[in-house]
């Protein structure tokens, strides 16, 4: 029922859009990787472009998802010990999310999955694992451990009690695989695939297009608005999936160095990147790392991404973000949250 309507107001919203404005735009909602997508294409060709980009969103899921029979992270996952043939592709995105969890110290670690199904959210009931349960999984949360070789084919080996789980990132790299559907079609426009929001160009009167930033504490309510084009927009937050018991609520991004979800003092991060991928990963990682640790990430990729800005929510009622969105993120004044600079 909560899907059927994530897909109308979904659909509302897209008639809405296409109903005002000169160029040719047209949209369309796709659920795949458990998220309500929502995508909106300018140019002549958009209807084409949307077709493919459903299309592509589809293949991706059944690529990524390591639920999906047939796939090939799924593949890797039951095959564990052993080498796995993959494609060019899948081999491209296990080893960037290997290097983001190596230049991350490990916040980031696509061998999250055995602590992701311990508590429960690999999709069966959530539950709090004990602690000696996490003591014998964390050993394998290890990205270290995946061996990636290139001989006649691409093959994929990860140790015998690991499991990967691209959730991470999988989005951001979807957008970025959209966008690039779009810019063939010689389209513009606006891919938001359940929050990770990635902008095509511009908007066809040059101006940049307004992405709000969710509350954490209020997801319907929005703590400013980023004007902004070419880049994706990742939010990681507590609020995206979680469980309370006795009281505690817990949520699914999880700290590698303790199997627990990050206790970083933080109730979102809202990353800017030029790559979709990287926004993903580094949303997760900077959410694990907390303010300090992840305002360092900045410096480390400064020459993998050219743009890449932060904002951070605190759980005492702050905001805090990086300097290059001075004048791109206008806060919400009415949200009651403080808004700072970090140092
Ligand atoms: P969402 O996908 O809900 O928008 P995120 O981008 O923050 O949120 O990703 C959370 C997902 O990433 C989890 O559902 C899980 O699949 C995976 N994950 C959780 N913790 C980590 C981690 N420390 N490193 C890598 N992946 C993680
Ligand atoms: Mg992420």
Redesign the pocket.
């Known amino acids: 029922m909560k899907r059927f309507f994530s897909l109308l107001l979904a659909a509302l919203m897209l008639l809405s859009l296409c109903a005002c404005g000169a160029e040719k735009s047209a949209g369309k909602v796709v659920y795949a990787m458990d998220?309500v997508m929502t995508l909106t294409a300018y140019g002549k060709d958009a209807d084409t472009a949307l077709g493919e980009a459903e299309f592509e969103l589809y293949r991706l899921e059944q690529l990524l998802d390591r639920f999906t029979e047939d796939g090939e992270v799924n593949a890797i996952n039951a095959n564990a010990g052993k080498p796995t043939g993959v494609s060019d592709e899948l081999a491209a995105l296990v080893a960037l999310?290997q290097h983001i969890?190596d230049k991350t110290s490990g916040?980031?670690?696509?061998t999250?999955?055995p602590v992701?199904d311990a508590w429960g959210?690999g999709g069966s009931e959530f539950r709090v694992p004990t602690q000696p349960e996490l003591e014998v999984l964390l050993p394998n949360v290890d990205a270290d451990q995946i061996l990636i070789s290139y001989e006649d084919r691409p093959r994929i080996t990860i140790g015998t009690m690991q499991a990967l789980?691209?959730?991470?990132?999988?989005?951001?790299y979807a957008g970025d695989c959209v966008k690039s559907i779009f810019e063939k079609h010689g389209c513009t426009g606006v891919i938001d695939l359940?929050?990770?929001v990635t902008l095509v160009g511009r908007k066809s009167d040059g101006s940049d297009w307004r992405v709000a930033i969710k509350d954490p504490y209020d997801p319907s309510a929005f703590l400013g608005t980023l004007s902004a084009s070419d880049c994706t927009v990742?939010?990681?937050?507590v609020y995206?999936?979680n469980f309370t018991e006795n009281g505690v609520t817990y949520h699914?991004?999880?700290?590698?160095a303790t199997g627990c979800p990050?206790e970083s003092g933080l109730v979102s991060v809202t990353v800017v990147c030029a790559d979709g991928a990287y926004a993903?990963?580094l949303?997760?990682?900077a959410?694990?790392l907390g303010i300090d640790r992840a305002a360092a990430l900045r410096d480390a990729f400064a020459t993998e991404t050219p743009l890449l800005e932060l904002i951070f929510v605190t759980g005492d009622g702050h905001v805090l973000y990086s300097d290059g969105l001075d004048g791109i993120l206008e806060p919400n004044t009415e949200s009651g949250y403080t808004y700072e600079h970090l140092s």
């Open positions: 998220t999310a969890s916040a980031f670690d696509p999250i999955a992701m959210f789980d691209l959730g991470g990132i999988a989005k951001g359940g929050g990770d990742v939010t990681s937050g995206e999936r699914h991004i999880i700290d590698p990050a993903d990963a949303s997760t990682a959410f694990v």
